[in-house]
């Protein structure tokens, strides 16, 4: 996949190899998992995994998580995208658009995952065409679940996994249908 998009101040480009140095350094970081799991990585292969199964999406999907890069500095910040959920059910749903996000900590509340959100809605909605966005996020992600709505979806429930944690599930229709 050779899509590469920008907005005013990041570049979106698929994920390569060459992003899994920085990417296991967002994700080893406690804080960026507060509200995934509790789980930062602990090698570098598990990020290697990650855009393994990422380049597959856009092989299956032609879509999927992008790295993020601050244009002025060209720093990996983390991945924003849509995603073709197909390989798991969330609160009863399978085979969906996902629209996600995950930026370093040194990286928040700066603006730049509300750039990517609007960015991708309208990129799904306008250029992929699809009718029907969805997002997911842990219940008491106050920042994420705020840009969120911001960014014009709606809060449809909040449902608990089969792991216990309360989540949100949020959606968008396409406003050009």
Not at 32 to 57: D, F
Not at 90 to 98: A, R, V
Request: net charge negative.
């Amino acid at each position: 996949m050779n899509l590469k998009l920008e907005t005013e101040r990041l570049l979106l480009r698929p994920l390569n190899f060459n992003d899994a140095e920085a990417m296991f350094a967002m994700d080893a970081n406690p804080n960026v998992h507060k509200y995934l799991w509790n789980k930062p990585a602990q090698s570098i292969e598990e990020s290697i995994k990650v855009i393994e199964y990422v380049q597959n999406q856009y092989k299956e999907n032609n879509i999927g998580r992008f790295a993020t890069i601050l244009k002025e500095t060209e720093e990996f910040i983390g991945w924003t995208g849509i995603k073709f959920v197909n390989d798991h059910v969330e609160n009863g749903n399978t085979n969906f658009f996902d629209y996600g996000y995950r930026l370093n900590e040194p990286f928040w509340n700066k603006g730049f995952a509300t750039e990517a959100t609007q960015f991708w809605l309208n990129y799904g909605f306008n250029k992929m065409n699809i009718k029907k966005m969805n997002a997911y996020t842990h219940a008491e992600n106050g920042a994420s679940n705020h840009i969120l709505q911001k960014c014009g979806m709606e809060f449809i429930e909040q449902y608990k996994a089969e792991d216990g944690i309360q989540w949100k599930w949020w959606q968008m229709i396409n406003p050009n249908n």
